[in-house]
């Protein structure tokens, strides 16, 4: 499976991005999709994950401003993050949580997400 970012960028505190991740390959090997992030001199975090059904987790300093979603059909997962702040800036990551316990799960490559005026 590998898994392609895409979205990061430049935005003003209070601004919005949307993050986008694609799963090619063997996709029936995933089900929960995520997006973590890390910071300079921070470890990586768990900022929201969804389920295949949908269901959805958010870190509190993200709850009520991010919303994680997922396309099936397109094997993509998205992150809408809105009312950006300085401390969310940060490398996103996407995961792709295997479906089995034999396979490691999959990372995707990080897109930088950079909040300042």
């Known amino acids: 499976v590998q898994l392609q970012a895409f979205g990061g960028g430049l935005v003003q505190p209070g601004g919005s991005l949307t993050l986008s991740c694609a799963a090619s390959?063997?996709?029936?090997?995933?089900?929960?999709m995520g997006w973590f992030r890390q910071a300079p001199g921070k470890q990586r975090e768990l900022v929201a994950t969804?389920?295949?059904?949908?269901?959805?987790h958010y870190v509190d300093s993200v709850k009520g401003r991010f919303t994680i979603s997922r396309d099936n059909a397109k094997s993509t997962v998205y992150l809408q993050m809105d009312s950006l702040k300085p401390e969310d800036m940060a490398v996103y990551l996407c995961?792709?949580?295997?479906?089995?316990?034999?396979?490691?799960?999959?990372w995707g490559q990080g897109t930088q997400v950079t909040v300042s005026s």
């Open positions: 995961k792709a949580y295997s479906a089995s316990p034999y396979t490691p799960d999959y």
């Open positions: 390959g063997n996709i029936f090997s995933i089900n929960t």
């Open positions: 969804i389920t295949t059904a949908g269901r959805t």
